[in-house]
């Protein structure tokens, strides 16, 4: 299938807008990175702790916010995950484990006291542990004339929260724990006693990354992005020119330096995913070169004597259709990741967005150009070497002035 046939644009004669962008883009990004002291990276990267909270309705994030900064010596991250599941994500940094793990219950006890009933004395069920289940309801049992030993009682309250973490790991009341077995009127009566539901549960997905993991996941994410670029220029060395593969990781460093810089003016987080964003971007860009690349290289063969920027020019037409078509199937699909992926794929898919974009134009007016000012400086060279060899080929050689006088001598010893 093709949607242009026969086109010829005169692509790398409209090089120079797009290398000036290209510049600009770089300039600005490369400024900010180093105003900013470098990219703004994610808990990942600079070790911190993450902790997903689920409400019974809409959750108050304004409030969650604000409790929360007032409580923890550095300002929290909240964001929403997608509309409709009721879900927030709470962020904060730690110099050291220590301080992590304070953070860590700096924040629940908060929540805590802002959302649930800390002085009923109660067990909140939706925050508690089998292990603390099964404490607070012993003595009930025992002085109810329950028959449920020691070991019994463990196993009924490890049923109870597992159940409730299958169910979403949020009771909004505890009727819904009759499917439960064991549960019977007064083990329920019992519950109602000791314990409460709070409107929130926290106690389940809490992720905590220590400063010093962080700094070998940032060093490990530049290194994989570094070794990709290194193999695939050494893949395109071998295919190709050496020229080529230098075109082609100069203009797929050219996406990911640009994608950098726009994450830093746009103050947003290089977390792991988007990571794997840029490495997805290296492959993408990469492939649009090579497909050009490979088709300059079959043309080559069929005219030597026609120029390369011709050649360039009436490959980047031949491979037109396949570039619009991928590129704009991929790009449709990564818009509506951006628009309706929620706040957790935002980095995410906002990398692929930038990159799909620079990177197309890479490959067209970037990677090919270079290419095209290698063959012209070495034509140049040649042009420039060649009449000086000439010259040098037919100047007169000089004689030595030694055998000359012993001719000489030999005739007038004749």
């Known amino acids: 299938m093709e949607l242009f046939k026969q086109t010829n644009f005169d692509f790398l004669g409209r090089k120079w807008p797009f290398i000036i962008a290209s510049l600009v883009l770089t300039a600005v990004g490369l400024v900010s990175l180093a105003v900013k002291g470098g990219p703004r990276y994610g808990i990942e990267f600079k070790g911190g702790m993450l902790m997903t909270v689920k409400f019974q309705s809409a959750p108050p994030v304004e409030k969650v916010r604000s409790v929360l900064t007032a409580a923890l010596a550095n300002a929290p991250t909240v964001e929403t995950f ?135 996941l940032r060093s490990q994410a530049i290194n994989a992005t570094l070794l990709a670029l290194a193999g695939m220029l050494v893949y395109i060395w071998f295919r190709f020119e050496w020229i080529y593969g230098v075109a082609a990781v100069v203009a797929v460093f050219h996406d990911t330096i640009i994608t950098i810089g726009l994450f830093s003016l746009l103050n947003k987080e290089i977390s792991l995913t988007v990571i794997a964003a840029l490495l997805t971007l290296v492959g993408y860009s990469m492939n649009d070169t090579i497909v050009i690349f490979d088709r300059i290289r079959e043309n080559l063969h069929l005219n030597r004597r026609e120029r390369l920027t011709d050649v360039i020019n009436r490959s980047v037409n031949q491979t037109l259709s396949r570039t619009v078509m991928t590129s704009g199937l991929t790009f449709l699909t990564v818009i509506a990741l951006f628009l309706f992926g929620g706040p957790v794929l935002h980095g995410f898919s906002l990398a692929l967005v930038l990159g799909i974009l620079v990177g197309t134009y890479s490959s067209v007016f970037v990677a090919s150009p270079i290419v095209v000012f290698w063959q012209n400086f070495m034509d140049d060279r040649r042009k420039t070497a060649g009449p000086a060899a000439v010259a040098a080929a037919n100047a007169p050689k000089a004689v030595s002035a030694k055998p000359m006088a012993a001719k000489g001598s030999v005739k007038a010893a004749k």
């Open 82 to 216: 997608e509309s409709g599941s009721n879900e927030i994500q709470i962020g904060t940094e730690g110099a050291d484990d220590v301080t992590l793990a304070k953070n860590r219950q700096l924040v629940l006890d908060t929540l805590a006291k802002s959302f649930g009933q800390p002085g009923n004395g109660k067990l909140d069920l939706n925050n508690t542990s089998a292990g603390q289940l099964a404490d607070r309801m012993r003595d009930p049992l025992q002085k109810a004339g329950t028959s449920l030993s020691d070991p019994q009682v463990n196993d009924l309250a490890a049923a109870i929260v597992g159940w409730r973490n299958q169910h979403g790991g949020l009771l909004s009341g505890l009727g819904e724990l009759n499917a439960v077995a064991g549960v019977t009127p007064q083990v329920q009566g019992i519950l109602a006693q000791e314990t409460y539901l709070a409107p929130y549960t926290a106690a389940r997905d809490i992720e905590i990354v220590g400063p010093k993991v962080g700094a070998e």
